[in-house]
């Protein structure tokens, strides 16, 4: 059984930072792509950010560019999102996600991941 577990969430300050964590067990972490998404009421899940399988390639959403650091530890079967100089809009519950096929390039569609986290609530207070 697949299980991914966020956690790292909370309430930051408007400038201030977070670093998510997702713990995977039940598949061969290391071969398979990570990404991140999150959600707001009433919007459709979109893209953050994602890593290849062995941490070679790096996708970012352009609001995440510069700010947000996605990474991995195979060792550890987690995959964490460092998240710097939080705005207000970036309020929402964050997603990590589990590519469907092992050893691919990371994608932005949420269609090619197949196994989800619960989710954890992000707030950034103005």
């Known amino acids: 059984q697949v299980q991914l577990v966020e956690s790292g969430g909370g309430l930051v300050q408007a400038g201030g930072s977070l670093r998510l964590s997702c713990a995977v067990s039940g598949r061969t972490f290391s071969a398979y792509a990570m990404g991140w998404f999150r959600q707001t009421p009433g919007k459709e899940r979109e893209f953050v950010a994602a890593?290849?399988?062995?941490?070679?390639?790096?996708l970012y959403t352009n609001s995440a560019t510069g700010r947000f650091t996605i990474s991995r530890d195979n060792a550890k079967n987690t995959v964490y999102l460092r998240m710097n100089s939080l705005k207000p809009e970036d309020t929402a519950v964050y997603y990590c996600?589990?590519?469907?096929?092992?050893?691919?390039?990371?994608?932005?569609?949420?269609?090619?991941?197949?196994?989800w986290g619960q989710g954890t609530q992000v707030t950034v207070s103005s």
């Open positions: 996600a589990s590519f469907a096929a092992t050893y691919y390039r990371p994608s932005t569609s949420s269609r090619d991941y197949d196994y």
């Open positions: 890593v290849s399988w062995n941490g070679g390639t790096t």
